[in-house]
């Protein structure tokens, strides 16, 4: 598992690396290239950014892991409702 820093650099790393098939870049554009690199991974990482689109259902403590984590296996290990299946009315 990579982390922040890691990541960001191997992102760069490629990033750079297609800039320079491309054109040459001084010092400075990479500088500012690794650091808005650096600045999108972190920010798309926090779990909030993922919470604001709609990418998680919830966000819980690290101490309410185990709750949580019972509450849903009891709940999908539970027997289905023997239900029949309604069409419902088709309408033309």
Do not use: C
Request: glycine content about 4%; aromatic content about 6%; hydrophobic content about 40%.
């Amino acid at each position: 598992v990579m982390g922040a820093a890691q990541a960001s650099d191997t992102v760069f790393a490629i990033l750079a690396r297609a800039r320079e098939r491309d054109k040459k870049s001084s010092p400075e554009e990479l500088e500012e290239l690794r650091a808005t690199v650096k600045k999108n991974y972190e920010e798309q990482t926090d779990i909030r950014y993922g919470a604001a689109r709609g990418w998680v259902d919830a966000i819980i403590q690290p101490h309410e892991t185990r709750d949580v984590l019972i509450h849903l296996l009891q709940y999908v290990s539970r027997p289905l409702p023997k239900a029949r299946f309604h069409t419902g009315v088709i309408q033309v």
